[in-house]
């Protein structure tokens, strides 16, 4: 069987094509929300796309992921260093990729907590985050939503067709918007730490739609077992309630913000 680490490698070229890009006012937001803009840690930074989004905002931005596949695809930026770093790095690996205790102003996670050993990396955060003022920050994206046609049929692939193949352990946090995520951190200021509930668009093709299926962790398992879950049958349901298939149309992201700091 796959494993969780090897679930997004194959797919990387997909994947990065098929992520949203994330609002320029949440990343703005959280650089905000630090009193220092030195130094940025985007973990499990997949294709970069949240990295590439906080060197407008920092000096200097460390991106890691545990994939050298996801990584030769990601956006490059002169502020940005790339690495790979496994997912729980020893003291030595961490203080010699991301940095020494107390020298980050803010870690991000997108789309990735739920794979996370929370503890262990929670300890991770807390050693790195600067102390007062640092800032953790980590969101998960539902299910792209179209129109009723489209989205009815997207809900059965979620639930029905592809079902079977995801974790269920970590669709269950996603589903919940990370609500019953442990997150052992302050609030940063009176909003709490949420989850704080932000829609995010995208214009998209029929293709970029399909792409975005493609990419997701269950259809791999379900490859990886000689199961192609996008059949024609499905596609052509699919292209029927899209419409003509090189029309684009504005697809929603719902997207679940946590954020916290840690007291000196």
Same mark, same amino acid.
């Given at each position: 069987?796959?494993?969780?680490?090897?679930?997004?490698?194959?797919?990387?070229?997909?994947?990065?094509?098929?992520? /949203?890009?994330?609002?320029?006012?949440? +990343?703005?937001?959280? #650089?905000?929300?630090?009193? =220092?803009?030195?130094? %940025?840690?985007?973990?499990?930074?997949?294709?970069? =796309? %949240? #990295?590439?989004? +906080?060197?407008?905002?920092?000096?200097?931005?460390?991106?890691?992921?545990?994939?050298? &596949? =996801?990584?030769?695809? #990601?956006?490059?930026?002169?502020? $940005?260093?790339?690495? @790979?770093?496994?997912?729980?790095?020893?003291?030595?690996?961490?203080?010699?990729?991301?940095?020494?205790?107390?020298?980050?102003?803010?870690?991000? $996670?997108?789309?990735?907590?739920?794979?996370?050993?929370?503890?262990?990396?929670?300890?991770?955060?807390?050693?790195?985050?600067?102390?007062?003022?640092?800032?953790? #920050?980590?969101?998960?994206?539902?299910?792209?939503?179209?129109?009723?046609? $489209?989205?009815?049929?997207?809900?059965?692939?979620?639930?029905?067709?592809?079902?079977?193949?995801?974790?269920?352990?970590?669709?269950?946090?996603?589903?919940?918007?990370?609500?019953?995520?442990?997150?052992?951190?302050?609030?940063? !200021? &009176?909003?709490?730490?949420? /989850?704080?509930?932000?829609?995010?668009?995208?214009?998209?093709?029929? &293709?970029?739609?399909?792409?975005?299926? @493609?990419?997701?962790?269950?259809?791999?398992?379900?490859? !990886?077992?000689?199961?192609?879950?996008?059949?024609?049958?499905?596609?052509?349901?699919?292209?029927?309630?899209?419409?003509?298939?090189?029309?684009?149309?504005?697809?929603?992201?719902?997207?679940?913000?946590?954020?916290?700091?840690?007291?000196?």
């Amino acid at each position: 069987m796959t494993s969780r680490t090897e679930l997004f490698v194959k797919q990387a070229a997909a994947y990065a094509k098929a992520r /949203p890009v994330y609002p320029g006012s949440l +990343l703005k937001m959280l #650089a905000a929300a630090t009193k =220092q803009q030195d130094l %940025a840690w985007d973990c499990a930074t997949g294709n970069g =796309q %949240a #990295a590439s989004m +906080l060197s407008e905002h920092f000096k200097s931005v460390v991106a890691t992921d545990i994939s050298d &596949e =996801q990584l030769a695809h #990601a956006t490059l930026r002169p502020n $940005v260093r790339y690495a @790979r770093m496994s997912a729980t790095p020893t003291l030595e690996e961490l203080q010699r990729i991301v940095g020494p205790e107390g020298s980050v102003d803010l870690v991000t $996670v997108a789309q990735a907590l739920h794979w996370f050993d929370l503890e262990k990396f929670y300890a991770v955060v807390k050693y790195v985050l600067r102390k007062p003022g640092g800032v953790f #920050a980590a969101w998960c994206c539902g299910i792209p939503q179209v129109s009723p046609e $489209v989205d009815m049929l997207g809900d059965r692939f979620y639930l029905v067709i592809s079902g079977p193949y995801w974790d269920k352990e970590v669709t269950a946090i996603i589903d919940a918007e990370y609500e019953t995520i442990p997150f052992p951190f302050e609030p940063v !200021d &009176e909003r709490g730490i949420g /989850p704080h509930k932000i829609s995010m668009t995208k214009e998209w093709s029929f &293709e970029d739609y399909m792409t975005f299926w @493609r990419s997701c962790s269950a259809v791999q398992t379900a490859f !990886d077992q000689g199961i192609d879950l996008l059949t024609d049958e499905v596609k052509d349901e699919f292209a029927e309630a899209w419409g003509p298939t090189d029309q684009m149309r504005t697809v929603t992201f719902p997207l679940a913000l946590l954020i916290g700091t840690i007291k000196s």
